[in-house]
């Protein structure tokens, strides 16, 4: 792999999605601008329909093309994705870079069982045969503290809970060790029980593999037990980018600091929840 | 005389069939027990798969429990006759977490807020389009809203649309399954603001079901936190949550995401530059 050679795993700049209406041509993000580096996490937040997830897509090269153009550069270890053909694409997709999407339960076929899924992912990139697959899915999900995984390839996707899928979706995402992860809501459709672990997870995965993570999130509480860096962005664009501490502590962007306060009226009167 | 009172409720989901003399039936409900004042919000916490959702519809009246009895306002909902069921029904309204799945895609927000007021008000046109209006701008969205199909809206919108569905005939008791859950941060804000102005207006008592202990936190007078179909916990004030010492109380808490990269623990291997 090539990852030592590049310390900016991926890197996006200029980064414009237009989308083609009846009404004529829509913008939906416009001057992204953000790299990633090894082991690093960035965090997106912003609220719904502000084109965190558009970003993500576009990473992919999983939008529409007859419908929406993507301008700009997405570089993947040196390597540019825009306008690569989907041939192509599918040999990145899952390897170089894992997807995480926000709900599990839409994320997984229902009519193949978990196992036949996972190994599906893994043979598709890898020469190992069905026995060595498998034993790298089992592996995997022992990572993740899956209790019996044997007997869990064998279970369909409506059989288990949000989480314990969400976390299948991690091994699944964790056992090519990528080098970037996008990691869209990761948590939101999970109880707060399961959200910290699967979060921890998600950390063990990156300090583990050097695996860079993109994590879009609107919950700053995810953000802030988690990012590094965070751009926070609004209506398409990126109004804010800093250090997470300096996020927290000084908010330069008005929407920023709209955005902490949002949080902070949610549970203003008390002060044991800080030190939980 | 309470206005909901749940007494001893337990309740299996599962096969028996003759056949089988093993009962495999699962226990979700077991010997719940509680009662909501009038004007007041119980916040009900629990993990995924901890029953909540369950004891949501058995005070609806949509699942007969195998034992125990559910007292609205001193009747019986599931023996009473029914001109006495249909006067609850009325008293007695929901919302869901999903905003979408809870409406008709093909009626407008005028049609879907209409229902419950053509199945018990006999108005004429023209004052049932005026109480639409009314309820509409009470939720905050306007007169222009009222043609509008339901994909037209974002999930805050629909899920205000709902609210005015649910207090359109001036109920009584709400049970709020989810309903912020899937919103994001800043519009989980503006609708737990909206909850509470209503609570107040109409007097209204909330039966509020979540995993998110900061949303239960500031709407809840009362909370009670449900662990594997039991009600471990019944505190007559939410803050006693803060204090108690029972192991899963103190896992939830201990599940609390940071509110401030500074008092983090998922990501705690590595330093951090202090922070002014």
């Given at each position: 792999m090539l990852g030592t050679e590049h310390p900016n795993v991926l890197q996006v700049s200029d980064l414009h999605v237009h989308v083609k209406s009846n009404n004529g041509v829509n913008t939906l993000v416009q001057d992204i601008n953000f790299t990633l580096k090894r082991g690093k996490i960035l965090g997106l937040v912003g609220e719904s329909g502000c084109g965190k997830t558009v970003t993500s897509m576009s990473i992919l090269q999983l939008l529409d093309r007859k419908t929406k153009t993507i301008e700009g550069s997405i570089v993947v270890k040196g390597r540019e994705l825009n306008g690569l053909d989907d041939i192509e694409m599918r040999k990145i997709r899952g390897k170089d870079i894992a997807f995480i999407m926000q709900n599990p339960m839409n994320a997984f076929t229902p009519v193949f069982t978990i196992g036949h899924q996972f190994i599906e992912t893994i043979q598709s990139h890898t020469q190992w045969n069905k026995k060595q697959a498998t034993e790298i899915a089992i592996e995997a999900m022992h990572h993740v503290n899956l209790p019996d995984p044997v007997k869990l390839l064998k279970y369909y996707p409506f059989q288990l809970s949000g989480g314990m899928l969400q976390r299948v979706m991690i091994a699944i995402a964790a056992c090519l060790h990528p080098a970037v992860i996008i990691a869209d809501e990761p948590t939101t459709a999970l109880d707060v029980n399961n959200q910290k672990i699967v979060l921890r997870h998600l950390d063990k995965i990156r300090s583990e593999y050097g695996s860079a993570i993109l994590l879009i999130?609107?919950?700053?509480?995810?953000?802030?037990?988690?990012?590094?860096?965070?751009?926070?962005?609004?209506?398409?664009?990126?109004?804010?980018?800093?250090?997470?501490?300096?996020?927290?502590?000084?908010?330069?962007?008005?929407?920023?600091?709209?955005?902490?306060?949002?949080?902070?009226?949610?549970?203003?009167?008390?002060?044991?929840?800080?030190?939980? | 005389?309470?206005?909901?009172?749940?007494?001893?409720?337990?309740?299996?989901?599962?096969?028996?069939?003759?056949?089988?003399?093993?009962?495999?039936?699962?226990?979700?409900?077991?010997?719940?027990?509680?009662?909501?004042?009038?004007?007041?919000?119980?916040?009900?916490?629990?993990?995924?798969?901890?029953?909540?959702?369950?004891?949501?519809?058995?005070?609806?009246?949509?699942?007969?429990?195998?034992?125990?009895?559910?007292?609205?306002?001193?009747?019986?909902?599931?023996?009473?006759?029914?001109?006495?069921?249909?006067k609850i029904r009325r008293d007695l309204q929901v919302v869901f977490q999903d905003s979408y799945s809870s409406v008709?895609?093909?009626?407008?927000?005028?049609?879907?807020?209409?229902?419950?007021?053509?199945?018990?008000?006999?108005?004429?046109?023209?004052?049932?389009?005026?109480?639409?209006?009314?309820?509409?701008?009470?939720?905050?969205?306007?007169?222009?809203?009222?043609?509008?199909?339901?994909?037209?809206?974002?999930?805050?919108?629909?899920?205000?649309?709902?609210?005015?569905?649910?207090?359109?005939?001036?109920?009584?008791?709400?049970?709020?399954?989810?309903?912020?859950?899937?919103?994001?941060?800043?519009?989980?804000?503006?609708?737990?603001?909206?909850l509470r102005e209503l609570k107040e207006d109409f007097g209204l008592s909330y039966f509020f079901i979540t995993h998110d202990i900061k949303s239960a936190y500031t709407i809840s007078d009362t909370l009670g936190v449900l662990e594997k179909g039991e009600l471990v916990e019944l505190y007559g004030s939410k803050n006693q949550f803060f204090t108690s010492e029972h192991p899963v109380v103190k896992e939830m808490r201990g599940s609390i995401l940071s509110e401030h990269p500074r008092y983090r623990s998922v990501r705690t291997r590595e330093k951090h530059p202090k922070s002014v």
């Open positions: 999130s609107h919950d700053l509480g995810v953000i802030s037990e988690m990012a590094d860096e965070v751009a926070v962005m609004q209506n398409g664009r990126i109004v804010e980018k800093a250090d997470v501490f300096q996020l927290f502590d000084e908010p330069q962007h008005e929407y920023t600091k709209k955005l902490l306060n949002a949080r902070s009226i949610l549970h203003s009167d008390e002060p044991i929840i800080h030190f939980a | 005389m309470s206005l909901l009172q749940v007494k001893e409720v337990t309740h299996s989901y599962g096969s028996r069939s003759i056949f089988n003399w093993k009962d495999r039936s699962k226990k979700v409900l077991s010997d719940i027990s509680l009662s909501i004042e009038e004007g007041t919000c119980l916040g009900l916490l629990g993990r995924s798969g901890a029953g909540k959702s369950t004891l949501g519809k058995v005070i609806l009246g949509l699942e007969r429990p195998q034992n125990g009895q559910i007292l609205f306002q001193g009747h019986d909902i599931y023996t009473a006759d029914n001109h006495t069921r249909k008709n895609p093909r009626m407008t927000a005028e049609r879907i807020i209409a229902e419950p007021l053509e199945n018990y008000e006999k108005l004429t046109v023209a004052e049932q389009k005026r109480t639409i209006i009314e309820l509409l701008e009470r939720v905050g969205l306007s007169e222009e809203d009222l043609k509008k199909y339901p994909h037209e809206y974002s999930g805050g919108q629909l899920q205000r649309i709902n609210i005015a569905r649910a207090i359109s005939l001036k109920p009584k008791l709400i049970v709020l399954d989810e309903c912020v859950s899937s919103l994001d941060m800043v519009t989980q804000t503006l609708i737990l603001e909206l």
